[in-house]
């Protein structure tokens, strides 16, 4: 596993070296370069955190109310998604070391706003804690006004974090993948252990009735 994710590492290296000059092209199209920032994408990209944090809090407090076992489950598996897409952001972040956009392309690319980011780039820790929860709270609930509100606040936070300068494409779109990945992977390993264990309860039943 360890061999595989230092594979994966060494891939992303090397892209991100062939794709910096398109990659800060494409940025260069988001951000206005003004160092004037949107209140809109501000309010995004500085709430987007603290708002997915709390959307599985929310959800167990929901649930443990209205005794709602989904509801209880889906906050379980967003919260375990989260700490799993965290663990690897900041794992691939202080492994690759990717400096920010506006550090390296001063002359292209301006900070939006007054807060600079202090870590590193690669990948977009905003985008992939957005789609982690996006994806965990559509797998639970495959509806499209849960859908729609949630991956369009998810891709919001992706945009406002290149608008803002803080990341280029590459780190977004890794973002994407991780998040979503996380929240996935979460979701099938939840739905595995359940049947499991429905499956022990439903022959230690059975044991019950043969005797």
């Not at 070296?17 to 949107?38: A, H, I, T």
């Not at 955190?49 to 599985?56: C, E, F, H, L, N």
């Amino acid at each position: 596993m360890k061999f595989k994710l230092l594979v994966l590492i060494l891939f992303f290296q090397v892209s991100v070296g062939k794709s910096q000059n398109w990659d800060v092209n494409l940025l260069s199209k988001f951000n206005p370069n003004n160092g004037r920032e949107n209140a809109g994408w501000r309010f995004v990209s500085n709430n987007a955190i603290m708002v997915s944090a709390a959307t599985p809090l929310a959800l167990m407090v929901a649930g443990i109310a209205t005794h709602d076992q989904k509801l209880k489950q889906t906050a379980f598996s967003t919260g375990i998604a989260l700490v799993g897409n965290t663990a690897i952001t900041m794992f691939m972040k202080n492994a690759i070391q990717r400096q920010r956009p506006f550090v390296t392309w001063g002359d292209k690319i301006m900070l939006q706003g007054n807060t600079s980011p202090t870590d590193y780039s690669f990948p977009s820790g905003h985008t992939s804690t957005a789609f982690a929860v996006a994806t965990s709270v559509s797998l639970a609930y495959p509806k499209w006004y849960v859908i729609a509100p949630s991956f369009a606040f998810a891709s919001a936070t992706a945009y406002s974090r290149m608008y803002r300068g803080a990341h280029y494409p590459t780190d977004v779109l890794c973002g994407i993948v991780l998040g979503s990945g996380s929240a996935y992977l979460t979701y099938k390993l939840q739905k595995f252990m359940y049947g499991k264990r429905m499956q022990r309860n439903a022959r230690a039943l059975a044991l019950e009735a043969g005797n």
